[in-house]
């Protein structure tokens, strides 16, 4: 657990001065947090990967990925039948990068957003880098379909890249 942490730590200082990094680097971070995570709850977590060779040199905004991985694990341990069941897949589709977290369960309405006030400040943050980084050239969309949540986040290359 100590070296996936520490593996983990090395990535928030390093890509803390990249405004982007290569979508491998992303992967790499996020696997090292589902691993602390296996080790912590063992048999209740499966995770799996299927990541497209051809997006891994694709630049993404530095942790853009981990709230969508954090979510999963803290929402899905709450609604799934164990064990939960999280899935990463990025690839290309219709020219663009589609990155997918899904988890088991089911979608837990925020007690704000039942008031009629905010959404999750990770999923707003999310949104708002996402604006900030990808004007006009990105989808983001969290539905529940078949048992699972998904998290699906859509990047249009950039013109000339």
Known sequence: MVTELS???RYSLVSRNHEEVP???EMESVRHYFNIQKIRYENK???SFDIDPAVEEFPIVSYIIHPLAENAVKHGMRTSPM????QITAKFHQGSLTIEVRNSGTWIEAADKKKGTAIPSGLANVRQRLVESYPGRHHFEIFEKEHFVQARLVIEKESGR
Do not use: H
């Open 45 to 47: 977590l499966e995770v």
């Open 83 to 86: 064990p939960l069941k999280i």
């Open 23 to 25: 979508l491998k680097e």
């Open 7 to 9: 593996e983990y730590l």
